[in-house]
């Protein structure tokens, strides 16, 4: 199963953009990539996936590679907020069985 | 729509007791999730129930165990508890198609185990 990298913590100044980078370099082709974040030990939060093309919804956009073995999650105009833990997930086939790493504490600065 | 509800959303419990969380699925999904999270472990699965039937399993002892009703509730089941058990129980519910499945969580339950 392809397993992601994520940098432990980032900063981001309210009203900036937020991009996350995440690493799946072993990923498969019919592998989909989910971000999902927590606050505060809240259960996670769905916030977009993505196979291959770039996605967008209310929340955020999803910016996969071409070779996929890396995407980005832009929050576009963080607030207070989006201070929170955000995990990128690869979606192991057509299995429910998400894998958390340890995901990248996003701090969202005044 | 409601979302995903657990209950009871606190507990404190003994070791070696045992314990029994419910987890209530979004309306017309049918598969429901399990996790354990844990300062030192992260979130790890557990297990997922689809149409009663246990279909994935992670690495738990078995004294972690769990079930699913024919109206998709699950409940799981923690015996003989020990002091590692203390943490938030998070379950996640989703239609059940596997094909592009988010599945969404649940608020958890904190269990302490004392």
């Known amino acids: 199963d392809a397993k992601t990298t994520q940098p432990p913590s980032m900063d981001c100044a309210e009203g900036r953009a937020a991009n996350l980078p995440c690493n799946h370099s072993t990923i498969s082709g019919n592998e989909y990539v989910y971000w999902y974040r927590q606050i505060h030990s809240q259960g996670p939060q769905y916030i977009i996936h993505g196979l291959k093309n770039n996605e967008t919804n209310e929340m955020a956009s999803l910016i996969i590679t071409e070779d996929r073995k890396s995407s980005t999650l832009i929050l576009p105009h963080a607030t207070l907020r989006d201070t929170a833990v955000y995990y990128c997930i690869v979606r192991p086939g057509f299995s429910n069985q998400f894998y958390f790493g340890t995901g990248t504490s996003l701090t969202v600065i005044p | 729509k409601a979302g995903v509800t657990q209950t009871p959303r606190y507990l404190i419990k003994t070791r070696g007791q045992q314990v029994t969380l419910s987890c209530s699925p979004i309306s017309g999904h049918r598969s429901v999730s399990w996790y354990q999270q ?69 608020p958890g339950t904190r269990l302490l185990v004392l």
Do not use: I, W
């Not at chain 2, 690495?59 to 923690?78: K, L, T």
């Open chain 2, 38 to 106: 844990t300062p030192g472990q992260g979130l790890q699965f557990l297990f997922e129930y689809f149409s009663e039937t246990q279909r994935n399993k992670g690495n738990f002892p078995g004294r972690f165990s769990g079930r699913q009703f024919s109206n998709s509730r699950s409940e799981m089941n923690v015996s003989t508890l020990e002091l590692g058990d203390s943490a938030l129980y998070l379950c996640a519910s989703s239609l059940g198609h596997r094909d592009q499945e988010t599945q969404y969580f649940g």
